[in-house]
């Protein structure tokens, strides 16, 4: 089994900057990639950016250039930076751990970190 705990939500500012942590646990070699996701107030959850085992990125299109994902293996964290804050970025940012299990791959989610950008 794995864990996942986020951290580093907050209220902040239009324009201002955030980093969100994710720490994991437990089985932790059984890890394919780490995710980040988040889901707006009325909205469905979506993809904003992973990491991969071996430390390859990809992002949403709506996070390219503003978003950045990154790790410390030391410290099985993964961060979620994310700069010029938009009221559009208010949501509860979840991070997940895609993994594989002994019987199939599965997803392990945390409790969410809510991120509110005012005007």
């Known amino acids: 089994q794995v864990q996942v705990v986020e951290s580093g939500g907050g209220l902040v500012q239009a324009g201002g900057s955030l980093r969100l942590s994710c720490v994991a646990s437990?089985?932790?070699?059984?890890?394919?990639?780490m995710e980040w996701y988040r889901q707006a107030p009325g909205k469905q959850r979506e993809l904003v950016a992973v990491?991969?085992?071996?430390?390859?990125?990809s992002y949403a299109a709506s996070a390219k250039g503003r978003f950045t994902i990154s790790r410390d293996n030391a410290k099985n964290t993964v961060y979620l930076q994310i700069n010029s804050l938009k009221p559009d970025d208010t949501a509860v940012y979840y991070c997940?751990?895609?993994?594989?299990?002994?019987?199939?791959?599965?997803?392990?989610w945390g409790q969410g970190t809510q991120v509110t950008v005012s005007s």
């Open positions: 437990g089985n932790i070699f059984s890890i394919n990639a």
């Open positions: 990491i991969t085992k071996g430390g390859s990125t």
């Open positions: 997940a751990a895609a993994a594989t299990g002994s019987m199939a791959d599965f997803r392990s």
